[in-house]
């Protein structure tokens, strides 16, 4: 894939497709299997589409972002106490300029919250040392924090997994294909802040640089401010992907390319907050049991082609990932 360069590129007039999903979740097998092929056309293009009457209340998305904008509204030391540096799992606080996720350029202009499934200190796959898996960090403020996200994650599971035989139905496997994987899975809800670019901002700094995500499957909750962008690979120009009300942008990872020998694209994003004001999103991340084999899935290859990638595990590929992106061993 072509990379963009850090100069600024044209706007492509291209939109992302939006796909319900009530035939999905209620449909015949043919209906459903409507949904999937919908799903495949947006994968083999830029692997990016919004879905719409996916089941989560609007009243529970809005408490989500009302908790985050208390939390990030605290003072620096009450979220310092939290520091995701402090953790065994990854989770907690991430502060301004926390990550770079576009190589050679100047910090990402954002703050985040990391939690996960809560798993105690004695789980199993907690003392087996499996990535990213333990308790979470909660802060003490606001109150209402920690029973608004532990639903909201519960929900967002509920989603993935709809969606996972969604992406099954469209590699024309059954429906049922991926049930192991969604099995004990690794799941990672961040919640970010993006305040408004700076006048002054160095011509590469972003709020997030471009960037592929890590792994399985992305639902992306925005607020009612634009920028997120996905690079369109056939034009080379960035898609704008705006709020649109009820629905979430979804895409897929790395580790989903690679599984599908990369028939399915993972794609460069980026935000770049110019609204004037605070922007608020909430990204989860569902990328399923560590333990899991990832290699290439029936159909996604040509007779008499080899894989472009070794077999691997989700736990394997996310030490992989972080490893890089954070430059030591995972």
């Keep these: 894939m072509t990379q963009p360069s850090s100069q600024s590129n044209p706007q492509s ?42 089941g989560i209340a609007s009243e529970l998305q809005q408490a989500v972002f009302d908790q985050a904008q208390q939390f990030f509204a605290r003072p620096d030391t009450d979220k310092r106490a939290v520091d995701k540096s402090l953790s065994i799992a990854n989770r ?62 519960a929900q967002m599971i509920g989603l993935s997994e709809l969606l996972m035989r969604g992406l099954a139905l469209s590699l024309q496997l059954d429906e049922d294909h991926f049930d192991s994987y969604c099995t004990d899975p690794m799941t990672t809800l961040r919640l970010l802040h993006y305040p408004p670019q700076p006048v002054d901002a160095a011509r590469d700094q972003r709020g997030a640089g471009a960037h592929t995500d890590f792994g399985g ?22 898609i704008d992907a705006p709020p649109i009300p009820g629905t979430y942008v979804v895409n897929i990872g790395d580790m989903f390319a690679r599984w599908t020998n990369d028939l399915y694209k993972s794609t460069l994003h980026r935000v770049i907050n110019r609204s004037g004001r605070d922007r608020y999103s909430v990204p989860f991340f569902y990328s399923g049991n560590p333990d899991h ?18 077999p691997t595990t989700v736990d394997a590929h996310y030490r992989e990932m972080y490893g890089k992106t954070y430059g030591r061993k995972y």
């Design 217 to 238: 499957l992305t639902l992306l909750l925005q607020d009612d401010n634009s920028g997120l962008q996905v690079w369109n690979h056939q034009d080379q120009q960035w």
């Design 13 to 54: 007039s291209k939109t992302l497709p939006i796909i319900s999903l009530t035939n999905l979740r209620q449909g015949d097998a043919s209906a459903r299997q409507a949904v999937g092929e919908a799903i495949r056309r947006a994968c083999l293009d830029t692997g990016f589409f919004l879905i719409r009457d996916h």
């Design 293 to 310: 084999r990832v290699e290439c899935l029936p159909g996604c290859l040509a007779p008499g082609a080899e894989p472009l990638y070794p």
């Design 92 to 153: 907690g606080y991430e502060p301004l300029g926390g990550q770079t996720l576009e190589a050679g350029t100047p910090p990402d202009l954002k703050e985040g919250f990391y939690l996960g499934r809560e798993l105690a200190a004695d789980h199993p796959d907690v003392l087996a040392g499996k990535f990213n898996q333990g308790p979470n960090q909660w802060p003490a403020q606001p109150e209402d924090f920690r029973p608004v996200m532990e639903e909201y994650l």
